[in-house]
């Protein structure tokens, strides 16, 4: 078994497949022919993806034309801190989510895709199919992922931060740069999926990484003139952080999955990350390669923690300096500068 990167021309005759017997594709809120289709589509892709990535932990598929009370639908089974809302950004909003449940104390992974699943897999426009299925992969990648830390590491998935993370800054960088990883490999493995022609990674991370370093200075000058509260500036901070990290596990899942030049898939990321400043992301490509090196062979959730020391390092670039006080408090110290 392998969870390698997926290459759609690869024979896949004799590879066991790993889905659980009885796994269904639950409809809500549709009663049109297409969404069938849509679902046997989808069904047939699960089965044929499930002989490249562990999905033995698939707890079920919803595809709801309400994407907002299909994911309310789920039970997960556990109290989480992570949200089950859709997203709603200014560089996009949220089409698909994979969620860790309990079942009996078991991580598996309950995926929810939102109605434009539908219309992409049923299209007579084969680039609308292929990102249909591209985005069909990336959420099951998400769900390997899931069943690699839980055999490597346990029910780590279940844990709630402040016991899986109990040191107060490690858990506050682990906020800022944990999506990082999940994307990147998500992204690593459905990139053979995409279709050709500009990358929608490429104006996702320009965009957000553009968008960063002016909010980030802006809101530090408004806070040093008292026209923004601490909490207030954390907030912007936290928020263009996850964006940031986000788009960049995105853009270096897919440059690496199909193994060719940034410059060549993603030219306006190439010349972001070529200029000044942008070093602590190339550090945390780094990290990322160690990661993937190892999947399903970590031996700590600590090897993970290695992405808080680029991300750290980025604040500080940007003159934020986290500390813990002598209460075990979490301080941020923001100095001025002339």
């Known amino acids: 078994m392998t969870d390698g990167n997926l290459d759609e021309t690869a ?13 269904k594709i639950e409809l809500r809120g549709f009663d049109e022919n297409p969404a069938n289709t849509a679902g046997g589509i989808l069904m047939s892709l699960i089965r044929e993806v499930s002989r490249f990535l562990p999905l033995n932990n698939l707890d079920g598929v919803t595809v709801a034309y309400d994407y907002e009370e ?26 698909a989510m994979a969620l860790p449940v309990n079942r009996n104390g078991v991580c598996k ?15 007579n426009e084969e680039t609308d199919q ?8 990336h959420e099951l990648g998400h769900a390997a992922d899931h069943e690699l830390k839980r055999q490597a590491l346990g029910e780590v998935a279940l ?3 402040d016991d899986l993370i109990p040191d107060v800054k490690k858990q506050y960088l682990w906020g800022l740069s944990h ?9 690593r493995v459905s990139a053979p999926w995409a279709p050709e022609g500009e990358s929608f990674e490429d104006e996702l991370f320009a965009r957000a990484y553009s968008a960063f370093r002016e909010r980030i ?6 806070y040093h003139w008292h026209r923004m509260s601490l909490d207030e500036l954390l907030a912007v901070i936290k928020h263009n952080f996850q964006l940031t990290l986000l788009a960049t596990g995105y853009l270096f899942g897919r440059c690496d999955g199909v193994d060719r030049e940034m410059s060549d898939i993603a030219p306006r990321s190439a010349v972001l990350l070529s200029e000044d400043g942008a070093g602590q992301l190339w550090r945390i490509h780094d990290v990322l390669l160690v990661l993937w090196e190892r999947r399903g062979k970590w031996e700590s959730y600590d090897e993970f923690m290695e992405l808080n020391n680029p991300a750290e390092a980025l604040l500080n670039e940007l003159d934020f300096f986290v500390h813990v006080t002598d209460e075990g408090k979490l301080y941020i110290d923001v100095p001025v500068r002339l």
């Open 130 to 137: 292929k990102t249909g299925l591209q985005l069909a992969v």
């Open 159 to 161: 844990m709630q931060v």
């Open 179 to 187: 999506h990082v990883w999940d994307e990147y490999y998500a992204s």
């Open 11 to 23: 024979s896949l005759e004799g590879w066991p497949m790993t889905i659980p017997e009885g796994l």
């Open 217 to 222: 200075h802006e809101a530090r000058v408004a």
């Open 109 to 123: 992974t309950h995926i929810v895709f939102g109605p434009s699943i539908v219309g992409l897999l049923v299209s």
């Open 70 to 95: 299909g994911l309310d639908s789920v039970d997960r089974g556990f109290e989480t801190q992570l949200p089950t809302q859709p997203t709603h950004d200014e560089i996009g909003s949220g089409v």
